[in-house]
């Protein structure tokens, strides 16, 4: 079956660097894609990555290793408002996309 | 404001009731989805329309019944709803469907089966 794995939930200081993980199986890949849910709204797009390699945007990067099935989500000095769950999202060979179960980060001051 | 709109944002329906959830886009896109999200659990996609026509249904029971009147406009009609079925409901938009697009998401509906 198809799968996506990603933490639970994961807690960072106020200004500090977290990293989160994503690993997948999946019947073909046609790109990785990391969205923002903020409590109560809606999910947001953060990144898409086809490629290898890192894709950095701001404070945000995403990094892609397709022959590992594996990317990660890196979010530096960190703010309050980044207090929120962390999707990541697969497309498939049939372009399905397959969700993973979201890691909610918890930023402490 | 994402672009994406749902009503009503929150709902409290009996076993026996039946309402209806509204999406509306105003993006230009050409597919819209609904979306199931429980706590803790990855999103299940629920129907796909393209163009108006629908192109997904992935095993939803029938008391979940989509409609899509236009490409801006998307219901789900709900009846004869489980208590299993409370979750958030998603709408989404994209540009097409088939391709890896970025999906605009709505607010979701909070919806509560008693």
């Known amino acids: 079956g198809q799968n996506i794995d990603q933490p639970t939930e994961m807690t960072a200081t106020e200004g500090a660097i977290v990293q989160i993980n994503c690993t997948y199986q999946?019947?073909?890949?046609?790109?990785l894609f990391w969205y923002q849910q903020h409590a109560g709204e809606a999910p947001t797009f953060l990144s898409y990555n086809v490629l290898d390699g890192l894709e950095e945007k701001g404070r945000f990067s995403s990094f892609l290793s397709r022959s590992k099935g594996y990317s990660y989500l890196l979010l530096k000095e960190l703010q309050m408002k980044d207090s929120a769950s962390y999707l990541c999202?697969?497309?498939?060979?049939?372009?399905?996309?397959?969700w993973g179960a979201g890691t909610k980060l918890i930023i402490k001051p | 404001e994402t672009g994406v709109t749902q009503t009503p944002r929150h709902l409290v329906m009996g076993m026996t009731n039946k309402k209806s959830l509204k999406c509306e886009q105003h993006?230009?896109?050409?597919?819209m989805y609904w979306y199931k999200q429980s706590a803790k659990k990855p999103l299940e996609l629920m129907f796909v329309y393209s163009l108006e026509e629908r192109v997904e249904n992935n095993s939803v029971p029938s008391r979940f019944s989509p409609e899509c009147p236009n490409s801006s406009h998307l219901f789900l009609h709900l009846h004869t709803l489980q208590p299993e079925d409370s979750a958030l409901y998603l709408c989404a938009s994209s540009h097409s469907q088939g391709e890896a697009n970025v999906l605009t998401f709505g607010a979701g509906s909070r919806l509560t089966v008693l």
């Open positions: 993006l230009g896109h050409n597919a």
């Open positions: 999202a697969v497309t498939d060979s049939n372009y399905q996309l397959i």
């Open positions: 999946t019947s073909g890949f046609n790109g």
